[in-house]
């Protein structure tokens, strides 16, 4: 077990990432070889940081849609029982399955059902990670909300639909998305890119072009908001965002996947965290 500076574990990360090499790359061999050597209360920010997994799975199953073996942290027969009797995720997550697994119960009384279930379940989880005391997973998990937000946002318009159907969580970036008219939705000095968001969204044609260019913002996020973090938990997520990330493309294009893979390599040097240090 290392303590809050994870120094042997973080200069390993670039070592057990070349072992499995691009064609054999296996993220959930990588993040169960993370939670075998943080601390306990760091192993639960990193299932957190996954449980936004099962809920993209359970949002499926809820919809009557089949899911395999992803990131998440439950399986496919674990996610199922969730939905049934919700034991494993979060209090306030368990709470929406529960509200919508009987919308006359007392559970029911303090969710808004009539909302999409989905709406319901990752507004639960945003709020879940805005209480968490690691900053990383604070940051991240607003950013990444507000992100989401935006490119709904500029779906929905773009299709004539409300936005507020498609926003997830509140707040003052929420609130311009639903009320403002202008092309940036008045966001531009508040959100550097939003320009690039609503580029991708609106004159990509090409959908794997689209989330590429997507997945590139987050990327970049994920490194600036552990800039200065190099042995910590906060260096751990943010390398585990961008696992996250080459894991989704080894699935959709393989050559966009190596491409990135080669980039977490080559950011990964050793060196250069003893440098720092």
């Not at 849609?65 to 034991?87: I, K």
């Not at 994920?222 to 997520?237: C, K, P, R, V």
Request: aromatic fraction near 10%; glycine fraction near 6%; include cysteine.
């Amino acid at each position: 077990m290392f303590g809050s500076n994870y120094y042997c574990l973080v200069a390993g990360l670039r070592e057990y990432t070349l072992e499995a090499d691009a064609k054999g790359f296996d993220a959930r061999a990588i993040v169960s070889e993370i939670l075998e050597g943080v601390s306990r209360a760091d192993a639960r920010q990193v299932r957190l940081l996954y449980t936004y997994y099962d809920c993209e799975h359970l949002a499926a199953l809820h919809a009557g849609r089949t899911v395999s073996e992803g990131l998440g942290n439950l399986t496919p027969d674990e996610l199922a029982e969730e939905l049934r009797s919700p034991r494993l995720l979060p209090d306030a997550v368990q709470q929406v399955l529960r509200a919508y697994a009987d919308p006359e119960g007392e559970e029911a009384a303090e969710i808004d059902t009539a909302q999409r279930f989905e709406k319901a379940l990752f507004g639960a989880y945003y709020a879940v990670c805005e209480k968490q005391g690691c900053r990383f997973l604070r940051a991240w998990s607003a950013f990444d909300r507000t992100l989401r937000n935006v490119a709904a946002a500029v779906t929905a318009r773009a299709a004539g639909r409300p936005v507020e159907e498609v926003t997830v969580g509140g707040g003052d970036v929420v609130d311009q998305l639903q009320r403002s008219s202008a092309a940036d939705f008045g966001l531009r000095g508040e959100l550097p890119y939003i320009d690039a968001v609503i580029a991708a969204v609106n004159d990509e044609a090409n959908l794997v072009e689209k989330e590429h260019k997507i997945d590139l913002i987050r990327w970049n996020e994920s490194l600036e908001l552990a800039t200065f973090d190099y042995f910590d938990i906060a260096a751990i997520l943010s390398y585990l965002v961008r696992i996250n990330i080459v894991a989704r493309w080894m699935r959709l294009d393989a050559a966009r996947g190596r491409e990135m893979f080669d980039r977490l390599v080559a950011g990964l040097d050793g060196r250069k965290f003893i440098e720092q240090e």
